[in-house]
């Protein structure tokens, strides 16, 4: 199976099958790095929308991100073995397109051995809640998951490693929003990340949550609207 990734989409998946359809590329899988936004409502507005992506016919896989539910709180999903990524994901049975990686899960795709974490603070917080707009409580991980995650993976070698934010040194500071106080956002995902980051060996990593796309640093890419094949990412990095 061939991998596609991108960004957060938010819902907007008419945007991002538009592009794929123009691709014309036979069995391939989409992963988002985070925000998909199939598990926002908890409603039949959720089901609506992954019954209308999964009719396209495209596996999608899903990092968490910081504006949607965990997989695990949405009821009826289960964590099933998915041989395309060599690992166990959460699925939902009426929606076996739609897959949701496990935050500090280790897999294989299309032969990269692969680290995912998702996760993030929302700066908008006191924003969402000011207006009884939707905010989840466990939107970062915990400091036991944290410290199981670091347990984990310490020493070890990734060729690619996907997040929904980033560690702290890799921040894209010139797209912080200037209408908010930096020093009142919770930088618990960056700072555990640059652990992560510091502590394992990788060759390529891939972060949303910033809605801008570009290169970062070596080895380093942000994706938004943007769509890559993902073997064409890692050629671009890896020797």
């Known amino acids: 199976m061939k991998f596609y990734i991108t960004g957060d989409f938010h819902g907007r998946?008419?945007?991002?099958?538009?592009?794929?359809?123009?691709?014309?590329?036979?069995?391939?899988?989409?992963?988002?790095?985070?925000?998909?936004?199939?598990?926002?409502?908890?409603?039949?507005?959720?089901?609506?929308?992954?019954?209308?992506?999964?009719?396209?016919?495209?596996?999608?896989?899903?990092?968490?991100?910081?504006?949607?539910?965990?997989?695990?709180?949405?009821?009826?999903?289960?964590?099933?073995?998915?041989?395309?990524?060599?690992?166990?994901?959460?699925?939902?049975?009426?929606?076996?397109?739609?897959?949701?990686?496990?935050?500090?899960?280790?897999?294989?795709?299309?032969?990269?051995?692969?680290?995912?974490?998702?996760?993030?603070?929302?700066?908008?917080?006191?924003?969402?809640?000011?207006?009884?707009?939707?905010w989840f409580w466990n939107e970062q991980l915990n400091k036991e998951e944290r410290t199981q995650i670091f347990d984990k993976v310490k020493g070890e070698s990734f060729d690619l490693v996907l997040t929904h934010t980033c560690p702290e040194s890799l921040q894209p500071i010139d797209l912080f929003l200037p209408m908010i106080d930096q020093s009142k956002v919770d930088k618990t995902m960056e700072n555990f990340l640059e652990g992560i980051k510091t502590n394992i060996t990788w060759d390529v990593w891939c972060f949303g949550h910033f809605h801008s796309s570009r290169i970062v640093d070596t080895g380093v890419e942000m994706f938004y609207t943007n769509i890559q094949r993902l073997r064409t990412v890692m050629n671009r990095w890896q020797k």
């Open 13 to 134: 998946f008419d945007e991002l099958y538009g592009r794929l359809e123009k691709l014309q590329e036979p069995d391939c899988a989409i992963i988002i790095l985070g925000d998909a936004g199939f598990n926002f409502y908890l409603n039949k507005t959720d089901k609506k929308l992954k019954r209308k992506v999964s009719e396209y016919g495209f596996p999608i896989y899903c990092v968490r991100g910081n504006h949607e539910v965990r997989p695990e709180d949405v009821p009826g999903m289960k964590v099933v073995y998915d041989s395309d990524v060599q690992g166990n994901v959460y699925m939902e049975e009426e929606f076996p397109l739609i897959r949701y990686f496990i935050d500090g899960g280790i897999y294989d795709i299309e032969n990269y051995r692969t680290l995912v974490i998702g996760g993030a603070y929302s700066v908008d917080k006191d924003y969402r809640l000011l207006r009884g707009w939707s």
